[in-house]
Each structure stands twice: as C-alpha cells, then as structure tokens.
C-alpha cells in the first residue's frame, strides 16, 4: 500500500467524523471542517477515489469504502489514544486537546500508539467521550 499524506489521512478522518455522527457527508461539509476550499476538497476527494478510500455519487454524496473505513478508523483511534495520553500523563486542557493530537497523530508510528494503548490500559473512550476501537 502507498504511504498517504498528512492532507489525506485529515480528509479520511474528517468523513470518519461524519460518518460516525450519523451525517451524509458533503464536499461543502468537508471543506468547512478542515477550513479549506471546495476546489481543495475536489481535488483531494479525487485522489482518495483512485487510491479507494472513498465514492462518490452523483449527488455529492462521499462514502468511505471498506479499506477508507478501516483506515480513517486506524487514524481517529491514533488520535484518540494520544489525547487520553495527553489527558492523563501531561494534564493537559481539553481546550487545546484536538490540536496537540492532530499534530502527534501525524508524527507517532503505529506501533507507538499501539504501546501507549497498552500504558493506557487500552482505553474505551477517548477523554471527548468518542469510542476507541479495537
């Protein structure tokens, strides 16, 4: 498999954002939670549809595939670990919480996260109340 960017792994975890929310998921949607341009999102939405994380439908619709699924769950549960870390080990705020994850979540290996799962006890919820999954 390819290695993604930092820009896709957002764009997966944003549609995962919706998509757990019970939400259709919209390019405009998109585009106003990552505070980007629907150009960008266009552009980005079609090299997640060649690479198969996504569809889309004729209504603007986007849904994850199956492996789009596995993985934006992948990179949500990564970003959820660390801000149970975050929470529990540095005291941090909830406040600032999202932002200190967003940028760990790109630079912790896998298997880093996978040992903070362990240091954690393997956390259910992250510290928003969101479900960490196995």
Known sequence: MSQKTKSQEDYLRAIYHFFEEGKRVRSVDVAEYLKVSKPSVAEMTSSLVKMGFIAKNRYSSIKLTKK?????????????????????????????????????????????????????????KCPHGKPIMR
């Open 68 to 124: 789009g699924a596995e993985e934006a769950r992948k990179i949500t549960n990564k970003h959820r670990i660390i801000e149970v870390f975050l929470t529990e080990f540095l005291k941090m705020e909830k406040k600032n919480l999202h932002e200190e994850a967003h940028r760990l979540e790109h630079a912790f290996s896998d298997n880093v996260v996978k040992r903070l799962g362990v240091l954690l006890k393997k956390p259910k």
